[in-house]
């Protein structure tokens, strides 16, 4: 399974667009990319998945270039109650597989 | 729907003592999948059970162990415990064949503190 490298921490401010990126060089073919919130004392929480250009929800929006080497996580105009560690995976899984976690993003907002 | 529940919310435990876990999982799936997360770290797989038996298995040792009931809750076993035992077990559930590529529904996890 790819291997992730995403930012250990983030701070922004409410009303703020809040972009993380992840960079995993060595995606596979078959590989998605998917990103996941947990609050503390929380279980994860699926955001969005994606395999290449652009996909949005109501939550957020990812972007993978063409070379599928990174993506990026961007949350609109966020608020306090956005704060929380973000996720992403990289893989198959085989549908429903076994996940990979690294250690994620810790987002902070600030008033 | 009451989505996926785990029981009980928080369990004190001495060392070498044995404990169980429960998950039931959301209504129509029938995957379960469990993780241990350490403080400050991700959840890391521990295994995934299906059709009552186990499926996937992550890097942990054979002191943990589960089971799979007909109507898809599981529970997972935990043997001889060791202070490092001490986390958060989260269980995820999920439907095969449905749903997107590695979208699995968490429960709020059961915080495990071995003294």
């Known amino acids: 399974l790819a291997k992730t490298t995403q930012p250990i921490s983030m701070d922004s401010y409410e009303g703020q667009e809040v972009n993380i990126t992840c960079s995993h060089n060595?995606?596979?073919?078959?590989?998605?990319i998917t990103w996941y919130q947990q609050f503390p004392s929380q279980g994860p929480r699926f955001i969005i998945q994606g395999y290449k250009t652009k996909v949005t929800n109501e939550v957020a929006s990812l972007f993978i270039p063409a070379d599928r080497k990174s993506s990026t996580l961007s949350l609109p105009r966020v608020s306090l109650s956005d704060t929380a560690v973000y996720y992403c995976?990289?893989?198959?899984?085989?549908?429903?597989?076994?996940?990979?976690f690294g250690k994620g993003t810790k987002l902070s907002v600030k008033p | 729907d009451a989505g996926v529940t785990q029981s009980p919310t928080h369990l004190i435990k001495t060392r070498g003592q044995q404990v169980t876990l429960r998950c039931s999982p959301k209504?129509?799936?029938?995957?379960v999948s469990w993780y241990q997360q350490a403080l400050g770290q991700g959840p890391q797989f521990i295994f995934q059970y299906y059709e009552e038996e186990e499926r996937q298995r992550g890097n942990f040792p054979d002191r943990f162990s589960g089971h799979q009931f007909p109507n898809y809750s599981s529970e997972l076993n935990v043997n001889a415990l060791l202070l490092g035992d001490s986390a958060l077990y989260l269980c995820?559930?999920?439907?095969?064949?449905?749903?997107?590529?590695?979208?699995?529904?968490f429960g709020p996890g059961t915080r495990l503190t071995v003294l």
């Open positions: 995976l990289v893989g198959a899984g085989g549908s429903q597989g076994n996940l990979i």
């Open positions: 995820a559930s999920s439907s095969r064949g449905q749903g997107a590529y590695n979208e699995q529904f």
């Open positions: 209504s129509g799936h029938d995957t």
């Open positions: 060595n995606i596979a073919t078959n590989d998605y």
